[in-house]
């Protein structure tokens, strides 16, 4: 008897991965250079580290503030100030367990089975799965692509609105593109979501990784008050914290007791000792996220220079993110060339075929990684490449 015959059709519908089939084939290969997973390649750093493991010995080890200790959601506040300009309340913000679990929560505030979700792709695979797994449907808006660029046509996402549509989620700096909005892009897309009453989910994680300097434009320059906007964010990226598993909301102060309750019946709020490492991470961390994207710059710069190199891949350095996202002259079937990139280069790559419409027929590296490393998977791209 097959017992997941049994199971529910969200979760029998709940795709495998098509990043981590690929990690699974690799996982174990000697010597390969993984530049498959959204992750750099240091540590969480001491000044981190340390706080919560002396929170942790210090006995920090009971229930505590479902929405995040106060100390923390005053640091985040202190943070939009400064990066932002913002003065944020406290109850602007909710910590999660993850940004993962940030964009669960967003999404099930905001709609009813049934209901649809646009998306900008191609697209970092998580969102649409979870989004189904909670019932919602999600419908593609394809990112225009011409000579290695990507942008957005706002009327892409005009004419995908249905009287299902409920939200837009924005992802930019975007996984896998590196396409980033401008502010011109970002007030289209709030023009259209005031237009039909949609709220947007915005997906901001990468706005520090943005290499024309400062962060990247943000929703938060030019929205009013009363716009429906919820952001989703993680410590995961700026502060080389991806195993931690905390996130954080910012949405209007009317709904963070309902989005509280969320975290109350899924986790029941983020441990204190590992939110004692986030304050620290906000309060101290601004100087490490600038070194990693300063590390980020380079390696971007090093590894699109040889790929390009080669007259057989088509990319352009991407505006924000860390990630390239190219086409490599011949592949078709990107799923089956990531395996064999694994198995003859010896370098680990994400397939397009994971990131939806539009997707299909690129590879993503993540390159926040140290730069000898970052040029041994270069070469060993261009020698694969070149033997095609």
Request: hydrophobic fraction near 45%; glycine fraction near 8%; charge should be negative.
């Amino acid at each position: 008897m097959n017992q997941a015959e049994h199971l529910s059709r969200r979760a029998i519908a709940a795709p495998e991965s098509g990043i981590v089939a690929v990690v699974n084939h690799g996982r174990l290969k000697q010597g390969l250079i993984p530049l498959w997973a959204g992750e750099g390649d240091e540590k969480t750093p001491g000044f981190i580290s340390r706080p919560a493991a002396e929170a942790l010995v210090a006995g920090e080890t009971f229930y505590t503030w479902q929405r995040g200790i106060p100390e923390l959601r005053q640091a985040l506040a202190d943070y939009y100030t400064r990066h932002f300009g913002k003065t944020l309340p406290l109850d602007a913000f909710c910590v999660t367990g993850s940004g993962m679990q940030a964009i669960k929560i967003a999404v099930e505030a905001v709609t009813d089975p049934g209901d649809e979700i646009i998306q900008i792709t191609p697209a970092w695979p998580n969102f649409s799965a979870a989004a189904g797994m909670s019932g919602s449907v999600v419908v593609s808006a394809t990112l225009d692509y011409a000579e290695g660029r990507w942008s957005i046509d706002p009327d892409r996402i005009a004419n995908a609105i249905t009287p299902r549509t409920r939200a837009l989620f924005i992802n930019t700096p975007s996984n896998p593109t590196g396409w980033t909005a401008t502010r011109e892009d970002l007030t289209a897309i709030l023009a259209l979501a005031r237009q039909h009453g949609l709220w947007i989910i915005a997906d901001e994680i990468y706005t520090r990784f943005f290499y024309a300097g400062g962060r990247a434009p943000s929703f938060l320059d030019i929205m009013h008050d009363d716009d429906r906007i919820i952001f989703v964010n993680t410590f995961s990226k700026n502060w080389s914290m991806t195993g931690w598993r905390v996130g954080w909301i910012v949405a209007p102060p009317s709904l963070i007791q309902v989005l509280e309750n969320s975290v109350q019946y899924q986790t029941s709020g983020v441990a204190q000792f590992m939110q004692k490492g986030a304050l620290a991470a906000v309060e101290h961390g601004d100087a490490y996220v600038e070194s990693q994207v300063a590390r980020a710059a380079a390696a971007r710069d090093l590894f699109c220079d040889a790929l390009t190199a080669t007259n057989r891949v088509v990319t352009q350095k991407p505006d924000g993110a860390f990630y390239a996202f190219f086409r490599i002259d011949g592949i078709t079937d990107t799923k089956a060339a990531a395996i064999d990139i694994v198995d003859r280069a010896n370098v680990g790559l994400a397939p397009g075929t994971a990131f939806g419409a539009g997707g299909g027929s690129f590879l993503r590296a993540c390159f926040l990684r140290r730069l000898d490393h970052v040029e041994e998977a270069a070469g060993r791209l261009a020698a694969y490449i070149s033997a095609l």
